[in-house]
């Protein structure tokens, strides 16, 4: 027997305010009612979804997988009621995007660009974030997609899809009063004494360059400045001797006056793309802006070196 969405707000609303009596004044309620609910509930699964105590009322295991599950279903439904009324309105969205750090200053600006020509109103959210940030918010509901690495050795999940756009291979960002300045490739291993710039734990990004190093038997940098701001490490990078490792789709020039970009000697690449929920289906915003990233990543996969 189904479960209908009406019992399971009842299973959201004691789970979020951990008692009966506080859940029935929320959803305006009598408490008999809220308790005959829970019972329906319960029956129609055949398990105990809640315990409950002299503290309150708490999820058993089987209510906690109910809970997270009536929760995502919550978002996109509220999802839907948002885009049926900016249709009323004549607005496209919202469609919720998630990006990483390096694919925010060209990729993604360079996309939605595209994505709103010709078109009529458009409601898009874009969320920074690092990948284990992210990911828990595409499965939920919460973002529609993700803009970033794709093809990682360290993640991949049936219940994700994933779409290349292009390759981005790993080189050296140099500052400008560094004695690398004027070189146009580098090893890694002349580098090992320099100061760095490189980004903090929580990213498939440090991963990379975790790896790097490692494949390469150069030490970890002790004279060392970790950021994750793009920002930050470029204008550290144009009044420093510093270096880092960059790849191309984070500048919209490769190599300025204040400071330069390398290739480095045998430096791998990665795979930036998109990523979705497995069987969700775009509206028309979605689909344009896919295009559009898809025209994007070849345009900007052109001038890679």
Same mark, same amino acid.
């Given at each position: 027997?189904?479960?209908?969405?009406?019992?399971?707000?009842?299973? &959201?609303?004691?789970?979020?305010?951990?008692?009966?009596?506080?859940?029935?004044?929320?959803?305006?309620?009598?408490? %008999?009612?809220?308790?005959?609910?829970?019972?329906?509930?319960? =029956?129609?699964?055949?398990?105990?979804?809640?315990?409950?105590?002299?503290?309150?009322?708490?999820?058993?295991?089987?209510?906690?997988?109910?809970?997270?599950?009536?929760?995502?279903?919550?978002?996109?439904?509220?999802? /839907?009621?948002?885009?049926?009324?900016?249709?009323?309105?004549?607005?496209?969205?919202?469609?919720?995007?998630?990006?990483?750090?390096?694919?925010? %200053?060209?990729?993604? %600006?360079?996309?939605?660009?595209?994505?709103?020509?010709?078109?009529?109103? &458009?409601?898009?959210?874009?969320?920074?974030?690092?990948?284990?940030?992210?990911?828990?918010?595409?499965?939920?509901?919460?973002?529609?997609?993700?803009?970033?690495?794709?093809?990682?050795?360290?993640?991949?999940?049936?219940?994700?899809?994933?779409?290349?756009?292009?390759?981005?291979?790993?080189?050296?960002?140099?500052?400008?009063?560094?004695?690398?300045?004027?070189?146009?490739?580098?090893?890694?291993?002349?580098?090992?004494?320099?100061?760095?710039?490189?980004?903090?734990?929580?990213?498939?990004?440090?991963?990379?360059?975790? /790896?790097?190093?490692?494949?390469?038997?150069?030490?970890?940098? =002790?004279?060392?400045?970790?950021?994750?701001?793009?920002?930050?490490?470029?204008?550290?990078?144009?009044?420093?001797?510093?270096?880092?490792?960059?790849?191309?789709?984070?500048?919209?020039?490769?190599?300025?006056?204040?400071?330069?970009?390398?290739?480095?000697?045998?430096?791998?690449?990665?795979?930036?793309?998109?990523?979705?929920?497995?069987?969700?289906?775009?509206?028309?915003?979605?689909?344009?802006?896919? /295009?559009?990233?898809?025209?994007?990543?070849?345009?900007?996969?052109?001038?890679?070196?």
């Amino acid at each position: 027997m189904t479960v209908s969405s009406d019992l399971l707000l009842c299973l &959201l609303a004691i789970a979020r305010t951990g008692s009966f009596s506080k859940a029935a004044v929320e959803l305006g309620q009598s408490q %008999p009612t809220l308790s005959n609910n829970i019972a329906l509930l319960e =029956r129609r699964l055949g398990v105990r979804v809640l315990d409950r105590t002299r503290r309150g009322s708490t999820l058993t295991p089987q209510g906690e997988i109910l809970a997270r599950r009536g929760a995502n279903m919550q978002l996109l439904l509220e999802d /839907a009621a948002a885009e049926v009324r900016n249709h009323a309105n004549g607005v496209s969205g919202p469609f919720k995007i998630g990006a990483t750090p390096s694919v925010l %200053p060209v990729l993604v %600006p360079l996309a939605l660009a595209e994505a709103g020509v010709g078109s009529g109103p &458009l409601h898009v959210e874009v969320i920074e974030g690092l990948d284990e940030a992210l990911m828990p918010r595409l499965r939920s509901g919460a973002l529609d997609l993700i803009v970033g690495p794709v093809e990682e050795m360290f993640t991949g999940s049936q219940d994700i899809v994933e779409h290349r756009l292009l390759v981005d291979p790993f080189l050296v960002g140099i500052g400008s009063r560094s004695p690398f300045f004027s070189r146009s490739e580098v090893a890694l291993g002349e580098l090992a004494d320099e100061p760095w710039i490189l980004p903090h734990e929580g990213s498939t990004y440090r991963q990379h360059v975790e /790896a790097l190093f490692m494949t390469k038997g150069v030490p970890w940098p =002790r004279n060392l400045i970790l950021a994750n701001s793009l920002p930050l490490q470029e204008t550290l990078l144009e009044r420093s001797d510093r270096v880092t490792i960059v790849s191309p789709i984070q500048f919209s020039s490769i190599s300025r006056g204040d400071m330069t970009v390398a290739r480095l000697e045998d430096g791998g690449k990665r795979y930036i793309g998109y990523k979705r929920r497995a069987g969700s289906k775009f509206p028309p915003l979605g689909d344009a802006i896919v /295009a559009a990233l898809e025209a994007s990543a070849q345009m900007l996969e052109g001038r890679i070196p």
